[in-house]
């Protein structure tokens, strides 16, 4: 069964910081390219980061630039999304995915495994 878990969400005042971290189970996410996407109540979902399998391709939203940095544990078969400086715009729920034929980003829009997501809220 392919199965994430995300975890370390939480409520952070504006220009806090949260690390969220995405353990994968049954399969070895070191092969895949991962990535993260929000969605808030009301609106779109919208894809935050993407990194290729290598670690040497990443993507990050306009939304996020310099505040948001993904990385990968492949000892772990974690991600992470470290989260500095957020927003109360940053407020939604974050799932990490991927895709099984997926070693890069380019199908980031299409990514078809998800985890259950963890609920980031930022308000003073």
């Known amino acids: 069964q392919v199965q994430f878990k995300e975890s370390g969400g939480g409520l952070v005042q504006p220009g806090g910081s949260l690390k969220l971290s995405c353990a994968a189970s049954?399969?070895?996410?070191?092969?895949?390219?991962v990535g993260w996407y929000r969605q808030a109540p009301g609106k779109e979902r919208e894809g935050v980061s993407c990194?290729?399998?290598?670690?040497?391709?990443?993507f990050y939203a306009d939304s996020v630039k310099g505040r948001f940095t993904i990385s990968r544990d492949n000892a772990k078969n974690s991600a992470y999304l470290q989260m500095n400086s957020l927003k109360p715009e940053d407020t939604a729920t974050y799932y990490c995915?991927?895709?099984?034929?997926?070693?890069?980003?380019?199908?980031?829009?299409?990514?078809?495994?998800w985890g259950q997501g963890t609920q980031v809220n930022v308000s003073s």
């Open positions: 990194m290729s399998r290598d670690a040497k391709t990443t």
């Open positions: 049954a399969f070895t996410l070191g092969y895949l390219a």
């Open positions: 995915a991927t895709d099984l034929y997926s070693t890069d980003c380019q199908r980031f829009d299409r990514f078809s495994l």
